[in-house]
């Protein structure tokens, strides 16, 4: 069995979803998949099922009812995740935005470097962004600014989606204490790892942005994350992290 799953949300991501699942099983390292759709319109799911009579042993899928929110999904697949034997656990988006191929280089700073935590940085060297607009290049930059003046973490992108975690984390934090469901969950998971001191680690990446399918970004997703950062360092003054 593979020691590594890849945790990929969905929510029509047809035009992705089977390149993205091929691409994954090509690498030369073996990763297993995890797709957690959210009740997709566009039929995902059953592409998702498709592919299961050619991959069943690496490729898993977990359906939900509705559009629950991104931080939901991921911890759905954490639980998932954490009931098999994985060592190293993946987030990554459907859309090509994180390039597969950086999966190796995630899970080599966990597996030979001794990371923790490791986060695909599109900020840790310069400005890696491809194919933004610079009104929301800027946004995403100064937010990662902003919330490292609020929280104190010395992490350049601090809203990214691109992650492994080992195990002992995701074992140690309690994720039914993470109450973000868009892109503050990404902080928020980044913030309580931090804060119960494990070693996170920046490994730089270029983010391209989705070619195929539709953004799911919005501006209520900036305003939890802006809004929701002074809420959560506040509460963690009077709360203790211990592992």
């Known amino acids: ?65 509705g559009k629950l929110g991104l931080g939901t999904a991921y911890i759905h697949g954490f639980k998932w995740a954490l009931q098999k034997d994985y060592q190293f656990i993946f987030e990554m988006d459907c859309d090509f935005s994180h390039n597969p191929q950086d999966l190796i280089k995630l899970y080599n700073a966990c597996s ?30 100064y937010a990662s600014a902003y919330v490292r003046f609020i929280t104190g973490m010395d992490i350049r992108d601090t809203t990214s989606g691109f992650k492994c975690y080992t195990r002992k984390v995701l074992e140690t934090i309690d994720l039914n204490a993470i109450k973000f469901k868009g892109y503050a969950f990404q902080i928020e998971m980044k913030f309580t790892a931090v804060k119960l001191g494990f070693n996170v680690v920046e490994v730089p990446i270029i983010f391209t ?22 809420q959560m360092k506040i509460k963690s003054w009077f709360r203790k992290y211990q592992r």
Do not use: C
């Open 1 to 65: 069995m593979a020691d590594s799953i890849v945790i990929i949300p969905t929510y029509n991501e047809k035009e992705n979803l089977e390149k993205m699942v091929r691409k994954v099983f090509s690498l030369e390292k073996d990763f297993h998949i995890l797709i957690v759709d959210d009740g997709s319109p566009d039929g995902t799911a059953n592409i998702v099922k498709t592919l299961q009579k050619e991959f069943p042993n690496q490729l898993h899928l977990e359906e939900r009812k």
């Open 112 to 141: 030979k470097e001794g990371a923790d935590l490791a986060i695909g940085s599109r900020y840790k060297s310069g400005v890696n962004v491809v194919n933004w607009p610079m009104g929301r290049v800027l946004m995403s930059y």
């Open 209 to 230: 942005d989705r070619k195929e399918g539709v953004s799911k970004m919005s501006g209520g997703i900036f305003k939890e994350a802006i809004f929701g950062v002074l």
